[in-house]
């Protein structure tokens, strides 16, 4: 079994906007982070690859992540095309290159595309993707290859409000 984690970054400064890229988290933003991360752990939810928009709000939010969960925070990959916007198509391509030792793996990036992305891979999704939301969907496959898009089962989904 293959499981993508996606994230989408923790509640940010609404300030900002002419430089959107250097927004950073609010308190609350913060506090969200950190009190999810700290369910997955509870959960033993813990990532083999953590991948996430350059962006400050997202790579904040998967540092307090990787703090929580005992991941080093240096070995967070970062990539353009979560800030940027990616298809799902490309997002399963950006899976179908992950090492085959790599089971699970968590995604931080921005709406609209993480919910779009959620929405495509999992048979089923129909909720919303507030900040900080994290949804887990697991692909019974063995290979990263054999990841399509629908075929995923969503397995975990927590938001601010329901921890």
């Known amino acids: 079994m293959k499981r993508v984690v996606i994230v989408r970054h ?26 999810i991360s700290e369910r997955l752990k509870e959960l033993e939810v813990i990532p083999d690859l953590v991948i996430a928009s350059p962006a400050t709000r997202t790579m904040h939010t998967a540092t307090v992540y990787c703090k929580n969960l005992g991941i080093a925070t240096k070995s967070i990959r970062q990539e353009e095309v979560l800030y940027s916007g990616l298809t799902t198509q490309q997002f399963v391509e950006l899976l179908h290159e992950l090492p085959g030792e790599v089971d699970k ?18 048979r089923k999704f129909s909720s919303e993707m507030p900040t900080c939301a994290t949804i887990a969907i697991d692909f019974d496959v ?20 329901n921890v």
């Open 10 to 35: 923790a509640k940010a400064d609404p300030f900002g906007y002419d430089d959107d890229f250097h927004r950073d988290l609010t308190d609350r933003g913060i506090s969200d982070a950190d009190r």
């Open 142 to 161: 063995d290979n990263w290859k054999d990841v399509s898009p629908r075929e995923g089962k969503v397995a975990l989904q927590i938001t601010p409000k």
């Open 105 to 122: 793996v968590f995604f931080f990036g921005h709406n609209p595309t993480v919910h779009s992305l959620v929405y495509n891979l999992a």
